[in-house]
C-alpha cells in the first residue's frame, strides 16, 4: 500500500498574505468548494479573530459539502497575561466551530524573549494551556511551532521542549515550520532526524516558506524524513517569496515517489486547480512554473520538437497529461519540419516530411520572422500561412478590376 501524506492548504489564510492578494467571502468559498473536490485533506480558512471576513467564511463554509476535507481555523497560542478561558482570540477559534483548530506557539528563544517579550518557560505554560483546553472542543489540535529550525539552530533543547509540552498538550500533529524560509534541505533532515532521536512520537508535518527557493524540497525532505502533513498553498502563493508549492509536491510525492496524497484520478486536474485558484486571486502562474506553467511542456528548438514527437520521454519528464496540461511544439524562427507538421495535424492536416511544400512553408516562415513577424503570439495567422501553402485555404476574394480616386482641394498646400 502506498504511504499517505496529508495535504493542508492553506491558500485561504498563508496564501492571501502575499503582496497584491485581496478574497472576498465569495471566492474564498469557491476556491474551498474547489479544493475540497480536489482532495486535499485540510483547508485552512483562515483566522477568525484577525477580521470580521473570516468569521463571516467559518460560518458559510459550514454549508457546503466538502466532502472529506476538513476546515481548521487559525490562530495562536493565549496571551501571556491572559488565563487560557478568558483569551478573546482563543474563544473566536472556539466559535469558528471548526472540526480542527490549528495554533502556532514560539519555538525559537529568541522571538519568546524578544517578541512576546516572556519568559521561556512561561511561553511553554502558554503552549500546554492553549492546546490541552482547545482539545475540549475540537477533534484535532494542530501545533505549529514557528520558527522551528531557526530555534533549533541556535537553542535545540528548547525547540525540542515546546515539542515535548505540545505532544504533552495533546496536540494531534506537531508542524515543523519554516517560518523565514531560510533554512535548507540538509537543516530539514538533520532537525527531523533530532526530533526523532529525542523520542518526540506525535505525528509530524512541515511548514516551509520559498526564501531560499528549497521549500518544495525541504517539504519532500520532510516526507522522506517521517512527516506525514505537508502545508502549502496552490501555485505556491503567499508572503514574501511564497509557500511551499502544492502544485510542485503533489505530483513530484505521488507520481514520482509512490506516496498517496490527493486521490490519484485527481492529480491530471492540477492544471485546473491551479488556473482556477491564480484567476480567482488574480495572481497569474508564472509561464514556466513546472508542471502546471503554459511552457511547462512547450518545444521551440526544431531538434527538440522532432525529438519530442517521435518519443514523448526524450525531452519531457512526465506526460503533460497526467497533471492536465498540454505540450506545445512553438514556431518561430528556430523552428524545423517537425514543429511545422505538429502544427498542421493539429487542425487537421497531414503532411509528409519529404513534401516540397513544407520546405517551402518553413523558407517563408523564417523570412517572415526575420521581417519582425511573430507568429508564436499568433497562431490563427499561422494556420492561415499553413493553409496557404498547402492549397487548403479558400479564395475568398478575386481581384477583378480597382479604380483609384485622387482628389485634392485647391487650397492644400
Ligand atoms: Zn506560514
Known sequence: MEKQVLIYDTTLRDGTQAEGVSVSVEDKLRIAEKLADFGVHYIEGGWPGS?????????EVKKLNLKNTKITAFGSTRRSSLKVEEDPQIQDLIKAETPVITIFGKSWDLHVTQALKTTLEKNLEMIYDSISYLKKYVDEVIFDAEHFFDGFKENPDYAIEVLKVAQQGGADFLILCDTNGGSLPTDIE??????????ITAKLGIHAHNDSDTAVWNSIVAVLHGA??????INGIGERCGNANLCSIIPN???????????RENIKRLKEISNFVSDILNMPVPKNMPYVGDSAFAHKGGVHASAVLRNPRSY???????????????VSDLAGKSNIIYKAKEIGIEIDEKDERLTKLVQEIKELENQGYHFEAAEASL??????HLGTLPKYFDLDAYRVLIARRYTDK
Open 51 to 59: 477580521n470580521p471576513k473570516d468569521m463571516t467564511f467559518f460560518k
Open 190 to 199: 538533520k532537525a527531523f532526524k533530532a526530533v526523532k532521536e529525542a523520542g
Open 228 to 233: 506525514i502533513q505537508v502545508h502549502g498553498t
Open 253 to 263: 510525492l505521488s507520481l514520482k515517489l509512490g506516496y498517496e496524497t490527493v486521490p
Open 316 to 330: 519531457e519528464h512526465i506526460l503533460p497529461e497526467e497533471v492536465g496540461n498540454r505540450r506545445k511544439v512553438l
Open 383 to 388: 494556420e492561415l500561412l499553413i493553409r496557404k
